[in-house]
Structures are given as C-alpha cells and as structure tokens.
Antibody
Framework: QVQLQESGPGLVKPSETLSLTCAVSGYSISSGYYWGWIRQPPGKGLEWIGSIYHSGSTYYNPSLKSRVTISVDTSKNQFSLKLSSVTAADTAVYYC????????????WGQGTLVTVSS | AIQLTQSPSSLSASVGDRVTITCRASQGISSALAWYQQKPGKAPKLLIYDASSLESGVPSRFSGSGSGTDFTLTISSLQPEDFATYYCQQFNSYPTFGQGTKLEIK
C-alpha cells in the first residue's frame, strides 16, 4: 500500500521560505509516476502547486512558479517543496500526492500538514 | 488557466436520494476530469478519473459522465458516509480544481 507522509515546520515567518518533505513508503519513487504538492487554505478549496518526476522534471503552477522549487531524493524515497517569500496568504494545509501524468489525477495522498505564516 | 465551476455550491439531501453535481469547464478539456470526496480534516479521496472511470475500491453508486466542458458526478443512492465535500479537477495544461460542493444531510 502506497503511503505518503508530510513533515516540516508548522510555523513560518513572513518573507521566509517554507520547506516541507514528503516521505513515500510502499512504492519506489524511482519506479515511475509523478509526485505532487497541493495546498488548501483553511475553509477554502484546493490549489495545485507543482509536480515532479523521478528524473527531476518539474511542472509548476504558473501563479506560484517564481517562488516554488520541488526536488526529489530517490535514495531516501522522498520529495520536497520549497516556497519562498511567504505571506499570510500561503497559510494552508499542504498535501503531497502521487500523480498520473504531471497531474491528470492524484490517487494517493498524504494526511496533510498545516503551515501557518505568522510573525 | 482553465476554470471549473461546480453547481450547486451546497446541497441538502437524504439517505437514499439520487444526487447529481455538475462541473463546467471554461474551455474544452476532452475527458481529462477527476472527482474527489473530502471529509473534514482528511485528505481528498479520488473517486472518478478520466470523467467516467471508477477508481478501484470506490462503491459503484458513484458514477461520472461528460466530456468537453460539461461533466456530472452522480451518487445513485446516498449513504450516511457520503456526506462530504466534492471537488472536480481538470488536467489540460496544468491541474485546477472546482470550488467544491458541500453535500449535507437534510
């Protein structure tokens, strides 16, 4: 069974960089699929942030592209998200997920982690 | 960006009811549409992909249809565990989600 688990600081100061990691178990990232990040502000809808292939190819939401970096570490079977220059608008539950294509659908999800941007 | 508009935004229904949720895309997306169910405090769960394909393990009372710009999710006979928020998601150039439909108990 594929399982994903997000980890990282739950509180980030404005203008700093948000960093999260998603550990994957039950499936080797090197075997294929894309791996993505999606976020959900409290009480609001879902927003795709970006996706990465095991080779390192990345695809980002155009609205966030200038601030986002997604990387993969196949040796640790995990992938990571960095979002720079955060503001209160970046406060959200951040999910990692497995994707068909770079985002045709997301079939396995982590439980999500709340990141609050506040001084 | 392709926008998805779901209707209704909220819906009250009873156990055993047949329910239909609509998702309209701002431009044609062929059949590149998925549906998710989300319960409070939980991650979304994939129900339907490629507009009408049922994800493994999802009860057959869930079905999807449509292509191009107009899509529907139908629950044939509501069960207590189906009360949740439902999202559609498209994949054309990049993924976007509808605003959600909250299904509540009448």
């Amino acid at each position: 069974q594929v399982q994903l688990q997000e980890s990282g600081p739950g509180l980030v100061k404005p203008s700093e960089t948000l960093s999260l990691t998603c550990a994957v178990s039950g499936y080797s990232i090197s075997s294929g699929y894309y791996w993505g990040w999606i976020r959900q502000p409290p009480g609001k809808g879902l927003e795709w942030i970006g996706s990465i292939y095991h080779s390192g190819s990345t695809y980002y939401n155009p609205s966030l592209k200038s601030r986002v970096t997604i990387s993969v570490d196949t040796s640790k079977n995990q992938f990571s998200l960095k979002l720079s220059s955060v503001t209160a608008a970046d406060t959200a539950v951040y999910y990692c997920a497995r994707a068909y294509g770079s985002g045709r659908r997301f079939d396995y999800w982590g439980q999500g982690t709340l990141v609050t941007v506040s001084s | 960006a392709i926008q998805l508009t779901q209707s209704p935004s909220s819906l009250s229904a009873s156990v055993g009811d047949r329910v239909t949720i609509t998702c309209r895309a701002s431009q044609g997306i062929s059949s590149a549409l998925a549906w998710y169910q989300q319960k409070p405090g939980k991650a979304p769960k994939l129900l339907i992909y490629d507009a009408s394909s049922l994800e493994s393990g999802v009860p057959s009372r869930f079905s999807g249809s449509g292509s191009g710009t107009d899509f529907t999710l139908t629950i044939s006979s509501l069960q207590p565990e189906d009360f949740a928020t439902y999202y559609c998601q498209q994949f054309n150039s990049y993924p976007t989600f509808g605003q959600g439909t909250k299904l509540e108990i009448k």
